[in-house]
């Protein structure tokens, strides 16, 4: 079980963002009236790369690490360009707009019906909370528009949005929109067009320049989890507030073993994990997105400085540095135990596979599905944990895809996945097990497909010295067709795999 430590650290961690960049070219778009227009619909066929005339970014976006996906394949994608309102475009107040990112599928699983784009964080614009995605093949591309609304005050606004699975899982380049809303010219002059942002710069006395400011702000990480050895992205806008250019200043990212005294001005136990120079204009605040490994699965207190040792004199030194505690741990994938899964009719039969469903003469059928967890070291502290799934469908001996009459969840009603510890399976588990045992972990209504967030049953069944064990049935007991129906969890290499990120 979690101590209240325990549950504020994984708290934190659960709400590291994402915000890869996606630096797209300046443009200006000064719409009248509604400009509201209906955004593309989600299409369930596979979505072929896109004909037509090729959009460029201003740069190469970085890739970001693959997300285990349903089997053996992983998720991902990239951001290809602007189709609509380039980043930089002003925009009148309160003007109704459409904005259309061009996306690619970088991953080796198609993106499932259900994936959808959402917003995670940034102006909200009066959006959606997220919009379908077409189902799209590997290495294929695809638009997705939005429906947004500009706000009626001037200033600089931005949007963030990312993939995300049918199950919840978020992969793939952050992806945002980019504007200025300026002021009415009697106020204030129309602010530059540029592709990086810039701050107003610190007024000083006429004809002398202020002194430089450098500061830190906006840190994150990539992925939402993190892993030892695993290239992790450090997110962060490194700013130059004063009315100087600066060229070759340093930045460093450093590694502040957490421990009671940690702190980014403290120097003890520091490991130097990146270093390089930036060149940074008056006002301008420069998005960056450097690449660390940590080789130590554990708690980081890790730091981005800009201007570490003091080399340039500044109206404030305090705040040239960023930090944030996260945790890396240790990946272990663990797979289905089969000699200790299988399934058990209501008159107490077994069978081999686990297979819940009903059996040709009408008798219900549950299916138990364990993974040993001995491969963790015991004490361990699981960050996350999740069952990837893999099944098929039958209708007697006819076993495939769910579709058709091999579709069991028509007529049995929904799967029930429950957290169950059966320790050896026999004829009494049957009993135990009913509708009312264990902890419910999911129920679908449909063939389960992708990752089951399984993180607190894990670490339950770690710190009981136990397997982690789930037993699953329909609701209802029988179809009275007089054939076996049911959802077969397939055994092997690969199949029905546990992944659990821990520390140490």
């Known amino acids: 079980m979690k101590t209240a430590r325990q549950k504020t650290i994984l708290a934190a961690a659960s709400v590291l963002m ?4 996606a630096c797209n070219p300046p443009g200006t778009l000064t719409p009248t009236g509604d400009q509201t227009t209906t955004s593309q619909a989600a299409d369930a066929s596979l979505t072929p790369p896109l004909d037509g005339p090729t959009f460029t970014p201003a740069t190469t976006h970085t890739p970001v690490p693959d997300i285990p996906g349903p089997g053996d394949c992983t998720l991902n994608a990239t951001y290809v360009a602007d189709v609509t309102v380039p980043d930089g475009s002003e925009l009148l107040p309160g003007v109704k707009f459409v904005k259309t990112w061009r996306i690619r599928n970088t991953g080796t699983c198609t993106w499932e019906e259900g994936t959808q784009l959402a917003f995670i964080s940034g102006d909200e614009l009066e959006g959606p909370t997220a919009v379908e995605v077409p189902a799209v093949a590997p290495n294929a591309q695809t638009d997705v528009s939005v429906d947004l609304k500009a706000p009626t005050k001037p200033g600089s606004y931005k949007s963030n949005w990312q993939l995300q699975a049918p199950d919840g899982t978020r992969f793939g380049n952050v992806i945002y929109i980019k504007f200025v809303i300026p002021a009415p010219a ?7 067009k540029t592709p990086i942002p810039t701050d107003t710069p610190t007024a000083g006395p006429t004809g002398t320049p202020s002194p430089p400011d450098l500061r830190v702000s906006d840190l994150a990480f990539a992925p939402d989890i993190l892993v030892k050895n695993v290239p992790i992205h450090v997110l962060a806008t490194l700013h130059n507030d004063g009315s100087q250019n600066l060229s070759g200043v340093q930045v460093h990212i450093e590694n502040h073993f957490s421990h009671p005294h940690a702190s980014c001005t403290n120097m003890d136990m520091v490991d130097v994990l ?9 006002g301008q605040a420069l998005e960056v997105d450097y690449t660390i490994e940590i080789d130590t699965a554990w708690e980081h207190l890790v730091c ?8 340039i004199t500044e109206t404030n030194e305090a705040n040239n540095y960023q930090g944030q505690t996260i945790l890396v741990g240790t990946l272990t994938t663990v797979p289905l135990d089969g000699s200790n899964s299988g399934s058990i009719r ?11 469903g009903d059996a040709s003469d009408g008798q219900r059928v549950h299916g138990f599905l364990s993974w040993n967890l001995s491969t963790i070291p015991a004490g361990a502290h699981v ?21 058709g009459d091999r579709d069991p969840f028509p007529d049995l009603g929904r799967l029930w996945v429950r957290a169950y510890y059966y320790e050896g399976l026999d004829s009494s588990d049957f009993a135990a097990a009913g509708l009312n045992g264990g902890t419910v972990l999911a129920k679908y209504a449909a063939q389960p497909t992708g990752n089951l967030d399984v993180t607190d049953a894990v670490e339950d069944a770690l710190s009981a010295g136990h397997p982690f064990q789930v037993y699953t049935l329909f609701e209802y007991d029988t179809n009275s067709d007089g054939l076996a129906d049911g959802l077969r969890f397939e055994e092997g290499s690969g199949k029905n795999m546990l992944t659990v990120v821990h520390m140490p």
């Open 383 to 403: 960050i996350h944990a999740h069952a990837t799934w893999n099944t098929q469908c039958y209708h007697g001996d006819d076993i495939g895809s769910c579709s």
């Open 186 to 192: 009697t106020d204030t002059p129309t602010p530059t």
């Open 18 to 21: 994402l915000a890869v960049l």
């Open 274 to 282: 990146y270093e390089t120079t930036v060149a940074l204009n008056a």
């Open 304 to 311: 981005v400085k800009i201007d570490p040792t003091g080399a």
């Open 346 to 356: 209501a008159d107490g039969h077994t069978y081999p596979n686990p297979q819940p």
